[in-house]
């Protein structure tokens, strides 16, 4: 796509946005919220019970740190099983409409996590219930692939053209209402009685997503599809292959969306998990506590709540590429004396790290992204090249980074310097993609080009 056709369609933009149906608006942003509520309330406490509590209950025979590293590979294996539900549920959004993926999407995901609290532990079924477990995991992972390209999509295609990055951060702050609920409800279980903890309390958090799954489910229902799609079928410019169409038309996006993922996915991943496994695991510097983690968490979600907003809403002033450059580049400084940090033993310093990391690191990139992806592809493959820019770069950057860490901290006799290079060669990756990014913000989500 040329500049010149850009520059036109952002001249007549507030002639389209005053086209914006405001019921349909707000429907879509409260079910794209409640949706990434319940994707990231299943990743924290997934996630936090990988770090605390699966280990000795799944995985005993192995011992310590093979148990540690088996239940960090059991959350990897969501993570991998993210791009198959990204590319079959990025096919029946781009084929048959963005609505009919989200009912399917919520509910194999709330489902699998509900599941989760029903399992038998080790000592009720061997080997069974760790099958289970990786079973039940895959499953999420299937349907968490397509929940957030969903949502952004979704909401990219219905917000004004003028505010997009604004509109299209806030469902992201569901993701800190997950992360509050997750964390707040380890931060109360890591106060309970051990004994009462690993025998069936850990259970509760799992099957009380099923109130956050009938709120989504009820409230998608009511969804209308987006503007961009029906227009599509208006002119019967529906692809019926739209990975073919993305394979001849979007590599290079694709490319660029994996890129810019690495650094704040992977980042996200490596404070709310990896840390927390750093600090209270065998010979961390908090070792054997199960608070101070998830109270971290809690304090740095309230915070990334505004923030992931702001940033969005500057991107809309400033440029999706500046912010996000200049997000990266923080994170990459930060992360040699935010690890170096962790190892003083001040909890408050514990707690200003994770703050920090994530609510002005991570959320920095989190917030011009959520409208860049779905402006660099055109309307009618732009469901499946999100999900694939997302969950493929999920796997490498998130799914994996607590079981590499876990390992690369087991050879290293627990170095903090092993996370400070991690996190910062991933906020690196990103950084280097943004100067291969064209800049986005305008962008007419009906054309069928991609964004170059």
Sequence with gaps: MTTQPLRSDRAAASQIDEKVDPDQLRRA??????????????????????????????????????ALIASFATYGVGFAARPFGGLV???IGDRFGRKQ???????????????????????????????????????????????????????????????????????????QVGTLLGAGTFALLGMANPEILTGWLWRVPFLASIILIAVAVY???????TPVFQELEKHKNVTKNPLGTLWRTSKKNVLIGIGLRM????????YSTLLVGF???????????KFIGPVGLLIAAGFAAVLVITFGALSDRVGRVKVYRYGALFQLLFAFPAFYMITLGHVWLVWAVMVVGISIGVQSMLGPQCALLPELFGATHRFTGVAMSREISAVFAGGFAPMIGV??????NHSWLVLAVYSAVLAAISL????FTPETVGRDLNLVEDAS
């Design 29 to 66: 942003t409260l079910a794209s919220s409640v949706g990434s509520a319940l994707e990231y309330y299943d990743f924290y406490i997934y996630g936090l019970a990988s770090a605390l509590i699966f280990g000795p209950l799944f995985f005993a025979p192995l011992g310590d740190t093979g």
């Design 89 to 91: 549920f990025g096919y």
């Design 101 to 175: 993926v989200l009912l399917l999407t919520i509910a194999l995901m709330g489902g699998a996590s509900f599941s989760i609290g029903l399992l038998p532990t080790y000592e009720q079924a061997g080997i069974v219930g760790a099958v289970l477990l990786v079973l039940m995991r895959i499953l999420q992972g299937l349907g968490a692939g397509a929940e957030q390209a969903g949502a952004t999509t979704l909401i990219s295609e219905v917000a004004p053209r003028k505010r997009r990055g604004f509109f299209a951060a806030l469902p992201f702050v569901g993701i």
């Design 219 to 225: 409230i998608r229902l009511q969804l209308k599809e």
């Design 263 to 270: 650094g704040e996915n992977g980042n996200s991943s490596i």
């Design 279 to 289: 600090m209270a695991g065998k010979g961390g510097v908090f070792e054997g506590d």
């Design 407 to 412: 390992g690369l901290l087991a050879v290293t």
């Design 432 to 435: 280097v993609t943004t100067f």
